[in-house]
């Protein structure tokens, strides 16, 4: 089974602190995607990647940047974190390089509130 | 820009029922289509993909259909149990390398 793990369940940060939320994959899978999940708003993608150091923007990429330095790890950083970057994170990651034809998996999750 | 709409967003029905899922997208350009289950203050659970190529996908109790013409999908599940109670979300990426999520569909399951 595919084994999606993020480093924290919950996290609690301040305003203009700097946040990595960590994502490791056991699958040798070539992408790796970082979402958030708001209520109402469904989830969105920030960042993605389809191979080491290669990223690419999402949706909604601003506030946010991204670091890939091995194939297994994907980290989400918010440079200064903000509190409407409170919100659900969710990493996931698939086969296949470039094409998106494998499921995704995800992990389950950090719930981040910025105070 | 892909829009992808799930209706309705709530669902509640009797223990045995069987029940349908809609999925609609608008841009029919589409790798595949993708079935998930999300649990309270959970991840996403993969549950069915269909490539464009396909028409229907079926585990177990589901079965997932795909009618790229009309920018449908839906999700059907035979005899509901309590532990069906989830929300359920379809996801499309779209050529460009973008994925587009619904906002699911919350499922009770009433013993």
């Known amino acids: 089974d595919v084994k999606v793990t993020q480093s924290s369940r919950y996290l609690v940060k301040r305003t203009g602190e700097k946040v990595f939320l960590e994502c490791v994959q056991d699958?040798?899978?070539?992408?790796m995607f970082w979402y958030r999940q708001d209520p109402g708003l469904g989830l969105r993608l920030i960042y993605f990647?389809?191979?080491?150091?290669?990223?690419e923007k999402g949706d909604i990429p601003e506030g946010y940047s991204v670091s890939r330095e091995k194939k297994e790890r994907f980290s989400l950083i918010l440079e200064s974190a903000s509190t409407n970057q409170t919100s659900m994170y969710l990493c996931?990651?698939?086969?296949?390089?470039?094409?998106?034809?494998?499921?995704?998996?995800f992990g389950d999750g950090t719930r981040l509130s910025i105070l | 820009k892909q829009e992808v709409t799930q209706i309705p967003a709530a669902l509640s029905v009797p223990e045995g029922e069987n029940l349908v899922l809609n999925c609609s997208f608008t841009?029919?350009?589409?790798?595949?289509l993708q079935w998930f289950r999300q649990d309270p203050g959970k991840g996403l659970t993969s549950l069915l993909l269909?490539?464009?190529?396909?028409r229907e996908q079926t585990s177990g109790r589901l079965n997932a259909s795909l009618d790229k013409s009309s920018g449908r999908s839906t999700l059907y599940i035979a005899a509901s149990q309590p532990g069906d109670s989830a929300t359920y979300l379809c996801?499309?990426?779209?050529?460009?390398?973008?994925?587009?999520f619904g906002t699911g569909t919350s499922l009770t399951v009433i013993p």
């Open positions: 996931a990651s698939s086969l296949n390089e470039r094409k998106f034809n494998q499921p995704q998996h």
């Open positions: 699958m040798d899978h070539e992408n």
């Open positions: 990647s389809y191979d080491v150091k290669m990223k």
């Open positions: 841009d029919s350009a589409i790798y595949n």
């Open positions: 269909i490539q464009s190529s396909q």
């Open positions: 996801a499309v990426p779209d050529t460009g390398n973008q994925f587009y």
